[in-house]
């Protein structure tokens, strides 16, 4: 369209995303307290928007921008953007692998991956569809790895909801993922099909969209007693398992139990309550 690259439904996806991003602008400015919920899911939208420009537009022949750079701008946009979709879902929907795969451990390999499998080979054949499957390779072994520890680790934690909040939260948690996982397994499996790989992506956000503006006030309930990131992964984790222990959260947050006590210290002053199960109940009633 225009003269570009970008289909129509990818530009109907940055009309929307645009359209978003303007109203969750708007609500950060009008809203009063704790906005830290509100800027994530700004910055996140902001993301998904840019990665739907840069894949829309690159590569094109017409532009003056080498095919070489025009890639390297649109994967790594496309990467950053996974890594901060990643560490939202891991902030606000239990996906912490982190006693496996180190976070900032994924972004360097990702990173040296662009190097290794996609601008090293590019130079060396000057064949893009070579080049890019080579670089999609290892990210697609990666993502199997990680779906399979999410499953052991985590899937359970998507059943037995307690209402219909709980219930949404997981839906769009695992529509997340599954957003997440789908562009390098397409762009793998179906080569360079720009409507493919940004509704796959784009529908993802837009679960999680949904689940922002109806319930915002919910969420920002959870999220509105200034806890740091690690205090809210804690609340997260008691949120989707409310048996969970201090030894599991331990292991899940690669922290000591100590530490998970002295947050949880912190989390009951700050909500006031005294002990979990009365957080659990708190919580619960604002959830409802």
């Known amino acids: ?68 750079s025009q890639n390297i701008i649109a994967y790594t946009i496309g990467l950053v953007t996974i890594a901060y979709y990643a560490y939202y879902l891991s902030l606000y929907y239990n996906l912490t692998f982190r006693s496996y795969l180190k976070f900032n451990y994924i972004i360097i390999f990702l990173s040296v991956n662009l190097v290794v499998g996609f601008i090293i080979p590019y130079t060396i054949t000057d064949n893009l569809q070579i080049s890019r499957r080579i670089f999609l390779v290892f990210p697609v072994l990666l993502i199997f790895l990680l779906l399979y520890i999410i499953y052991k680790s985590q899937f359970s934690s998507y059943f037995g909801f307690k209402n219909k909040y709980e219930e949404f939260h997981s839906l769009a948690g695992l529509a997340g993922i599954i957003s997440v996982v789908s562009v390098p397994i397409t762009m793998l499996l179906l080569g360079d099909d720009q409507t493919v790989e940004q509704t796959l992506f784009t529908l993802g956000y837009f679960f999680i969209c949904i689940e922002y503006f109806l319930y915002k006030n919910s969420i920002q309930q959870v999220y509105s007693y200034d806890l740091t990131d690690r205090e809210s992964e804690i609340l997260n984790l008691i949120i989707n398992d409310k048996k969970i222990k201090y030894a599991e959260i331990s292991i899940k947050l690669n922290i000591s139990e100590k530490t998970v006590s002295t947050h949880l210290s912190n989390i009951y002053k700050k909500v006031d309550v005294k002990s979990k199960k009365e957080l659990i109940k708190r919580i619960n009633e604002k959830n409802l």
């Open 1 to 68: 369209m225009f003269g570009s690259e970008i289909k129509f439904v990818t530009f109907i996806y940055i009309c929307t995303l645009l359209f978003i991003l303007v109203i969750v602008f708007v609500g950060i400015l009008k809203t009063k307290g704790n906005k830290n919920f509100n800027y994530k899911f700004f910055i996140l939208t902001l993301s998904v928007l840019l990665n739907n420009i840069s894949s829309g537009l690159f590569p094109d022949k017409n532009l003056k921008i080498n095919i070489l």
